[in-house]
Every structure is written in C-alpha cells, then in structure tokens.
C-alpha cells in the first residue's frame, strides 16, 4: 500500500472510529425499539387483549353516538376522536380530554361496555415509540436524532471503504479464528457489516423525515402550498389555521396540511352517526379514525393510514351539510409527498407485510451485533489507558481531500455539518496533543 493510500485508509479509519463512537449507544437504543415497534400492531393486541379486543356477535352494534356517550359517563371530558372498531373482534376507541389529560376508552361496539381505559397515546407500544424518537427527552433529543442518523450514513460509508477487498480474500465475507481472538471479532464486524450496512443507509435515510431542522424544511416542501393544489383546482372552501396534525394521526407529508372549515353554523351538526355512515358510503378502508369539529367551523374527518399505501385517504365532511370538503388520496400526493411516504412505510415495517416486518427485524438484530462485535474489537485493539484513536496519516494534507467529501454532507444536512465541525476541532486538539507526547 503507497503512503497516500495509507493515509487515506487512515484517515477514513480514523473518521470511522469518531463515528462509531458517537451513534454506537443511539444505534442500539434505535435497533432495540425500532425492531419492537415493528410488530406494533400484534404486540398491542396481545398486551391489551382484555381491553382492546371483544367477542364477536351476531346481533347488531349500537350506534356510534352511543358508543360515544357510553365512555363520556365513565370519564366525564370532551371527545375529540372517535375510532370504530377494524374488525368484528375490534372494540371501538373514543379518545377524550379529561381533567387529567387526555384517554382513550375503549367500548363494546355489541354492549356499549367500556372496555378498559389507557392514556391517549400511552400504551406500551407508544412508550416504544417515543423511546425510539427520544421524544420523552424534549426537542434537543429530537436534534440527536438528527445527528446521529447523519453520522449513522457516514459510519457505513467509510465502513465500506475499510471492507474493500483490495486483492484479501479472509474476512471479506467470511470469518477467521475464534472469538478469543480479535480477527474473529473484525471478520464479523465486517462481514455483517457488508449484510446489513444497506438497511442502515435505508433505516437512516428514511428516517430523516422525523428530524427537527432537515425533516422540518422537507415536510414544508413536501406539503406546500395546502396539499399542493391551488383554490379552485380541487377545493374552493374557506380554509382555517389549524392543521390536520393538530387532532389526527396523519402522513407525514400531509402534518401540516390546514383544515377547511364548515360554511354554515346556522344548521344542526350532522352528528356522529351521519358522519360515520358517510365515511363508509365513501369507502374508507376499516381502521379509520374520525376527528370530531373542534368548534363551529370545524369538520369530520375521517383518516386512515393503513399498511397498503394506496389505500391513504382523508376526508373533510362539513359538519352541517355533510357535504365533503376534500377527499385526498395516496394517488393525490405529489412524487415528493409519494416517495417520502413509501420510505416510511417500509421504514415502519408496513409497505409489504410480514416479509417487511421480518427482513427488517433481522436487520436490526444484525445492527445490534455490528456494534456489539465493533466495541469488542476496539476493547482488543486499544492500548492500554488509552483510548485507542486510529493512527493518524502521516501527511496531515490528505485531511483535506476526505473533509471535503464530508462538507458536502453537512451541507445536505446542516446540523449533521455543525458536528462534524466540532469533531474537526477535537480531532486537531487530538493530533496537537499526540505530537506534543512523541519523542523528539
């Protein structure tokens, strides 16, 4: 290997370990819950089974209103999302804001029972959830998810740099010695890494979306202009400063898409019933939830985001006329909107059923045993007291070439580039502080 090369390889081995030492902890955490929440759905119906799940009859169900009444007397509040059951075994959700905060109660569609009650949003596999987006820890947390996942695409990318064959045959794809030794360790940290490094440049990527800055921008453009339809193209409604996040689990894409309002107040709301049955004349696929008018100009909407993409949909109905507003589909969104919608739904496990969920999950197992093998390795190699920083090149101008490469990503993604500056500076102090230790 010429003394460039071995630079370069330095250089990027170097950069690879700064990476690594930063996103291993989160990469975990991330692996751990993200490979939960991926079976969401049948690990909620099995934790909550006594609650969320009734006996399927024969007789016919009680009215949707009456659903909802039936859990507004057992917890006195204002209901502002009703869900009806998704199957014959499902029992219908109605979610209110009590005094102590916000409820999902759960009700027989056959007895009008309540069910159960759990805090809206507060199951186990919400926990998971928030625990994966660090969204229990405050905005700052939501900025290192950011940053993790930017440096998470920089670690396999100079991780592949580092696997290249370059004319070696052992450790390429298979694995040497035995787990007291530390090729055996490196071989394996290679070799899984060359398997699962796609998933994570996918996971990362596509993961994007939820960020704080990048994904902020990406949403506003994804979304633009109200649903990206000028007025009178497809809807000429009056529309209101609230968003359809606000009160509904929505697309992502679609988050900060407005409300139309209802036009007249004058007339009686068309109720719960109405709306519901509306919602199914309109083909709304089951597992649909409907967000109740938060005042006098708001509207019915009925939502559904279900694994099958082309089955997204959500519709506004005025709440007096029951006249729809605007009726969105997958097929509506722009290719932007399409595509960041396709990632996540993949990313989440649910684009192809379980294939998606089981490919996914061995990813992330593999994920857990990348960074696993990578800290053994690292334990085996530094010396003593010491942190073990790779050796850096012997050329300090062949920096320059590999900085560059990485500028270019941080120009993508702004908050990734600010830490990537940091680590710059600490990687200099580093370098001032091992020459000023070497011998004369």
Not at 11 to 26: C, D, E, K, Q
Not at 34 to 52: C, H, P, R, S, T
Not at 207 to 214: A, D, H, L, N, R
Request: net charge neutral; aromatic share 10%; with cysteine.
């Amino acid at each position: 290997m010429s003394n460039k090369t071995n630079d370069i390889y330095r250089t990027v081995w170097r950069w690879h370990f700064y990476a690594g030492l930063i996103v291993i902890p989160f990469l975990i955490s991330l692996a751990v819950t993200g490979g939960l929440y991926l079976f969401k759905d049948e690990i909620g119906q099995w934790v909550n089974a006594d609650i969320v799940r009734v006996e399927a009859q024969t007789s016919p169900t009680v009215s949707p209103q009456q659903q909802l009444s039936a859990a507004l007397s057992a917890h006195s509040g204002e209901a502002f999302r009703y869900v009806p059951p998704a199957s014959p075994v499902h029992a219908a959700e109605v979610d209110i804001t009590t005094e102590s905060g916000r409820q999902a109660v759960f009700v027989d569609p056959y007895s009008g029972d309540v069910t159960g009650t759990l805090p809206y949003r507060g199951s186990f596999m919400w926990v998971v959830r928030y625990l994966h987006s660090l969204n229990y820890f405050g905005e700052t947390a939501s900025l290192i998810i950011e940053i993790v996942a930017g440096w998470t695409i920089l670690l396999v990318l100079t991780g592949l740099y580092l696997w290249w064959p370059r004319g070696r045959r052992g450790g390429v794809m298979s694995v040497r010695g035995k787990p007291g030794k530390r090729v055996f360790w490196r071989d394996l940290h290679a070799v899984t890494g060359v398997f699962v490094g796609g998933f994570i440049l996918f996971l990362a990527i596509t993961g994007m979306p939820w960020s704080t800055v990048w994904g902020s921008k990406v949403n506003e453009l994804a979304n633009g202009h109200n649903f990206g339809y000028p007025d009178g193209v497809r809807v000429n409604v009056p529309m209101s400063d609230a968003r359809l996040a606000e009160n509904a689990e929505t697309a992502w894409s679609l988050e900060q898409a407005q409300l139309p309002t209802s036009a007249d107040s004058t007339s009686p709301s068309i109720g719960l019933d109405r709306a519901v049955a509306t919602f199914d004349s309109l083909g709304l696929a089951p597992g649909y939830a409907v967000s109740l008018p938060s005042g006098p100009d708001g509207v019915y909407t009925g939502s559904i985001y279900p694994d099958d993409l082309s089955r997204q949909r959500v519709v506004h109905l005025d709440q007096y006329s029951g006249e729809p507003l605007l009726d969105m589909r997958y097929a509506d969104y722009g290719p932007l909107g399409r595509g960041l919608e396709w990632g996540i739904n993949v990313h989440m496990g649910q684009q192809y059923g379980l294939a998606n969920q089981l490919i996914l999950a061995l990813a992330c197992a593999g994920i857990v045993l990348l960074c696993v093998s990578s800290g053994v390795m690292w334990w085996k190699r530094r010396p003593a007291g010491r942190m073990g920083v790779p050796p850096e090149p012997s050329d300090p101008r062949r920096l320059r070439g590999v900085l560059a490469l990485l500028a270019i990503g941080g120009v993508i993604f702004p908050l990734v580039g600010a830490s990537m500056i940091v680590m710059a500076v600490v990687d200099g102090l580093v370098r001032r502080r091992g020459m000023q230790r070497a011998p004369a």
